[in-house]
């Protein structure tokens, strides 16, 4: 009989060591300029088809991480591979045609839609700078698109000011379809959102993925949504990935201190449930990444921190099969695991 062998992953998105660093003068004569290291050697694998989860705190670089990645900053160092493409040595003329296979979805539904402009207009520019339609048939593809995201023909003439904010990010996300996109960043597409309207916003863009074969990086804070929408999950902190696994992994087997605190603090809608559940309180406040501490940056705040790891960095390394994990308590000196320091704290 013969044995079926399941089909490797094809690889979309690679970012390797990927560096964002924006400068700061300071001082009486403006002379001593210091680096806030916003994403600090960041690297990751995103496969065709699956939706990558991206979180932690606000201020850890995860936005920041996504709009490097789309080149609306600047690459520090680090490459960012798209198809075998290499984004991070481009100019803007050379990345430009890449631009209409990767698109955005941005966290304020309204600061990012031109105020002035009709929702049609807003939705039409991308075809316009792309050269890919027009009149009567440009038309029709914004109309199709208002609908397929959930709005009418009609709305085409409105302006963004003449909506609710669920119906200005299904305008964004309308607009991100426009070029037939392979790969889109969800910047925190759901975080100015009610929660009831979350829920529809996502399982949307669930259904959207599925009818065009969508890739996704969806940025979010809100874990128990990540959770949802997620293949595998990424957790970052003070600029660095920390931990990276399957959804279901992650959830039910954390391995780094950061991510078992973020995921102890979810709340927990049963009461008797949340009763009998221990939170992990982290003290002390997020360090500057202008100064990072010594060694791992989560130290200052953890509560298993040991003196190696005010001295050497750990590195993400493969503790199981598809899970990275970034801390020296996943395996110490004496060869026990994270798990068991817990058990026996």
């Known amino acids: 009989m013969e044995q079926r062998t399941e089909s490797p992953k094809e690889v979309l998105l690679e970012v390797k060591n990927l560096k964002k660093y924006f400068y700061s003068k300071s001082g009486f ?61 481009m100019t803007q003329s050379q990345i430009r045609p890449y631009r209409k296979r990767i698109q955005m979805i941005f966290q304020d539904p309204y600061a990012s839609l031109n105020a002035r402009m009709t929702v049609g207009d807003i939705i039409g520019e991308s075809l316009d700078i792309h050269h890919l339609a027009k009149g009567k048939e440009r038309q029709e593809i914004i109309w199709n698109l208002l609908e397929r995201v959930g709005l009418s023909k009609e709305h085409a003439n409105r302006y963004p000011h003449e909506f609710s904010g669920g119906q200005r990010q299904r305008i964004g996300i309308a607009r991100s ?60 902190y003070l600029g660095k990935l920390v931990e990276v696994a399957s959804s279901d992994e992650l959830y039910d087997n954390p391995k780094h201190p950061y991510t078992q605190a973020l995921l102890s603090a979810i709340p927990i809608p049963d009461p008797d449930v949340a009763k009998n559940s221990h939170r992990i309180v982290l003290e002390g406040d997020v360090p500057s990444p202008m100064n990072p501490p010594s060694g791992c940056r989560f130290r200052t705040r953890c509560r298993y921190a040991m003196d190696i790891c005010s001295k050497v960095e750990p590195v993400l390394v493969e503790i199981e099969p598809g899970h990275f994990s970034a801390c020296h308590l996943n395996k110490n000196s004496e060869g026990v695991s994270f798990q068991e320091t817990v058990q026996n704290d």
């Open 29 to 89: 004569i403006k002379s001593n300029v210091q680096a806030i290291k916003a994403v600090d050697d960041v690297s990751f694998t995103i496969y065709k088809g699956e939706t990558f989860g991206l979180v932690g705190e606000s201020g850890c670089g995860k936005s920041t991480t996504g709009r490097t990645i789309i080149r609306l900053y600047d690459v520090t160092d680090g490459d960012v591979i798209f198809d075998g493409a290499n984004l991070s040595q």
């Open 177 to 236: 379809l426009a070029v037939n996109p392979d790969f889109i960043i969800c910047d925190e597409p759901i975080s100015a959102l009610d929660v009831s309207i979350q829920a529809q916003v996502v399982n949307m863009l669930q259904d959207l993925q599925k009818e065009m074969g969508l890739t996704y990086l969806f940025i979010a804070h809100d874990l128990s949504m990540v959770k949802h929408i997620s293949d595998r999950i990424g957790v970052m």
